[in-house]
């Protein structure tokens, strides 16, 4: 099955400073990567995803990247504001004979120092 | 439209008592997810339905644990004779079909003593 490994655990950057966090899969069927942002004591929310057929996608302050040859998808977060401290959560999702599994990190708790 | 709802908000029972969890998706999407998350803990998920149908049941951690869904809308994740070890967080979420944005409940808060 899939394995999907997220780094780091934990993040701490100064406000203003630019967050980087990994995840590698090891299902090559995989081709959906979305991110999730999970604020303390509320549900996940998606804040950008990536399709296969696509190799980066930015929105405003954040980006994500995906190399499929080595099988791995990274979030990019510039300018970072005390708002965006939060756990994220990366996950793969493989589509097979219209079965689908999803296979969520372990999760980064980044904290942005005012 | 409304967004994903569960209920109850929180459940207290103990061990060995039945609980059964309710997700309502938003109107119109098709999946529908459950997941289960620890304290500071991430997503470990359950099951999933496309329509009324659970292609994969595999993630369910033991027979104690059902899951179905009626009329491609309402789903109930039911738990027989909890443990202690049942105490978490189960989230729901929907999307408008397969490999859509999943949209999350505010989720079940179980605590089994």
């Known amino acids: 099955g899939e394995n999907v490994e997220q780094h780091p655990s934990t993040l701490s950057v100064q406000e203003g400073d630019s967050a980087v966090i990994k995840c590698t899969y090891s299902?090559?069927?995989?081709?959906?990567f979305p991110w999730y942002k999970q604020e303390l004591g509320k549900r996940p929310q998606l804040i950008i995803d990536i399709r296969s057929n696509v190799g980066e996608k930015k929105d405003q302050r954040i980006a994500v990247t995906l190399n499929k040859t080595a099988k791995h998808f990274s979030l990019h977060i510039t300018e970072t504001q005390p708002e965006d401290s939060a756990v994220y959560f990366c996950?793969?999702?493989?589509?097979?004979?219209?079965?689908?599994?999803?296979?969520f990190g372990t999760g980064t708790k980044l904290q942005v120092i005012p | 439209g409304a967004g994903v709802s569960q209920s109850p908000s929180n459940k207290v029972t103990e061990k060995g008592k039945d609980v059964e969890l309710r997700c309502d998706p938003i109107s119109g999407h098709t999946a529908l997810y459950w997941y289960r998350q620890s304290l500071g803990q991430g997503l470990e998920f359950l099951i999933y339905f496309q329509g009324n149908s659970a292609p994969d049941k595999s993630g369910l951690p033991s027979d104690r644990f059902s899951a179905e869904r009626t009329g491609g809308s309402v789903s109930t994740l039911t738990i027989q004779r909890t443990q202690q070890e049942d105490s978490a967080v189960y989230l729901c979420?929907?999307?408008?079909?397969?490999?859509?944005?999943?949209?999350f409940g505010p989720g079940t808060r179980l605590l089994v003593l």
């Open positions: 996950a793969a999702t493989a589509f097979s004979g219209g079965y689908q599994k999803v296979t």
């Open positions: 979420a929907s999307s408008l079909g397969l490999a859509g944005t999943q949209y």
């Open positions: 299902d090559s069927a995989s081709n959906y």
